[in-house]
């Protein structure tokens, strides 16, 4: 199969048949030797079937490195894969050798916490050396052979590394610091400025939590309700949990005359749907409405192009897809129309978007003279506030060198294939429980039988509209025993209660063998349940 064709048909949101030999192994290997971005896999720390049962921080000499005491469903094919190799640890910083893959789990979970880069280590050794060597010259000081740029342009630096990956025109649209709940306070404080007139924000109906959470306790912060200021999108065809960009555009015309923002997720972290970014931004401007996003889900994901799209501000996390580990710094993105930073017209101070300020919003130029005016640097590095974390950074820089090297659309291009062959062999375990339940093929996959299927796929089956994860809503009862089953077989994804799982095989470090052995475990975890 040549994967250029398919990638160019899923990017035109169709859905390319599989031939009847995909469901074979040896496909899966097959596209896994076309891949282009093969290499990067061997770049990352995935954890091991071994590593992962670690109570220590260091593998302990009296237990047996293999793990043998794995649940194994007979007939999955996992027996031969598990038996021929040795579950080395791959997890030292020297590894002994090149692993050969198949000691790795499969990590499906990028879309919650993404798989350490081996640079990230070689970042840290370098910020921790440079620390050790010139102390608080640190701040100024680029050392020769260092990955690293001085303490103080390493901000800068990771925001030049996301330009690509969140489509700016230029670094001055991106700002790297403090987290993702907090930058979104921080920039609703800025574009969040209700009037008697215009005071609601609309949201989705089933945000993330946090995302809520800040909505929320804005809206009471500027002394109003919630429940007349804060309006919820609904989905078109409950129970579907499905929002079509005709619903969304229909409540911004609902409520043109009184909101002030539209804030959206790029993509929905529960049913991982992507949404329409340029097309509904661009209506709710025309209502007179600032749009913000959050991508936590859709940086590092799906291709951005946030300064075409004329998005007013964005906010993202760097530890999902973008791989910078648990916590780390975060990113914003402020369109540059709101940067500017003009001398007053009376001659004194400066124009610029009201905020909440800190010193490294200060222009560099002016920071260290402690005055004060307050001086914003111009373009979305104004709206820091604090001396960020250099650990934090130095392993943002070496997450993001990787982004770089592999590119978005080469790394979008396998996604959608990848996603899109899941998919397709998920399908198959449905349509193959449908005809045994049946005794027959008829009349299997739509209709009556829906109540009856082990699952059902919440995300869209347009591949435009989704990045690398599918959510999987299982029927009741099953949720323990197929996450049990999974975990057991060596499968990390992320499981959420009642009947949710999620899995996300991203592209950068997953195979499509990976894919392939996933849904033979499913499959077995399904029939033995
Ligand atoms: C992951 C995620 C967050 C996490 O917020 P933090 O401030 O980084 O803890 C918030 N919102 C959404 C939509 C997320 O997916």
Redesign the pocket.
Known sequence: MDMKRFTNHLRQGKTPAFPPEAKDLQFAQDLDRQDELAEFRDQFNIPTRASLQRKSLKPQPQQPASNGTLVLHEGTGLHAWVNGHHDQDTNSPHPQSSDDGDARCIYFVGNSLGAQPKLVREHLDAHLDTWAAIGVNGHFTTLDDSPLVSWQDMAEDCARKSVDIVGASSASEVIIMN????NLHLLMASFYRPTEQRHKILVEWR??P??WYAIQTQIQWHGLDPATSMIEIQPSSPPDLYLSTATILATIDAHADSAALLLL?GIQ?YTGQLFDIPLITSHAHKRGILVGW?L??AAGNVELRLHDWDVDFAVW?TY?YLNAGP?AI?GAFVHERHGGVTPAADGKGFDYRPRLAGWYGCDKQVRFNMDKEFRPTPGAAGFQVSNPSAVDLASLSAALEVFGRAGMGRLRGKGLVLTAYLEWLLDGILEDSDGKEDGNKEGEVDGSKEGEKDFRILTPRNPMERGSQLSLLLRPGLLERVSRALAENGVVCDARKPDVIRVAPVPLYCRFEDVWRFAEILRGALRDS
């Open positions: 987290t993702l709940t907090a945000p993330f946090s995302d997720p972290y959050d936590a889900h996390c999902k916590g975060a």
